[in-house]
């Protein structure tokens, strides 16, 4: 099983940064994708980033050109670093091991138990 810790949320205001971070450990060697997800009250889980294991990365649509993606496998962590920040952004952020899409929902073994991230306006 992996275990996965994210940190770096907080409150920010509409057009500034935040980098998140995700330390990951336990049975990492099996991990082929680590990816980024937020959910806001009410909606469902959203995709943010993701980045396999040999570093091709994606993003959800609402995010491109804003956040990136990217991971320290010497820290075994993988970091999220937003910008230009909109009130839209905000959201309960987590990070997933090796998520899939099915049902109309993401699932994975191991989620982390997420940090929260508020853009005001």
């Known amino acids: 099983q992996v275990q996965l810790v994210e940190s770096g949320g907080g409150l920010v205001q509409t057009g500034g940064s935040l980098r998140l971070s995700c330390a990951y450990s336990?049975?990492?060697?099996?991990?082929?994708?680590l990816g980024w997800f937020r959910q806001a009250p009410g909606q469902q889980s959203e995709l943010v980033a993701t980045?396999?294991?040999?570093?091709?990365?994606d993003y959800g649509d609402s995010v491109k050109g804003r956040f990136t993606i990217s991971k320290d496998n010497a820290k075994n962590t993988v970091y999220l670093q937003m910008s230009s920040l909109k009130p839209e952004d905000t959201a309960d952020y987590y990070c997933?091991?090796?998520?899939?899409?099915?049902?109309?929902?993401?699932?994975?073994?191991?989620w982390g138990q997420g940090t929260q991230v508020t853009v005001s306006s």
């Open positions: 980045i396999r294991a040999g570093g091709s990365v």
């Open positions: 336990g049975n990492i060697r099996g991990i082929n994708v």
């Open positions: 997933a091991a090796d998520p899939v899409f099915f049902g109309s929902t993401w699932h994975s073994a191991s």
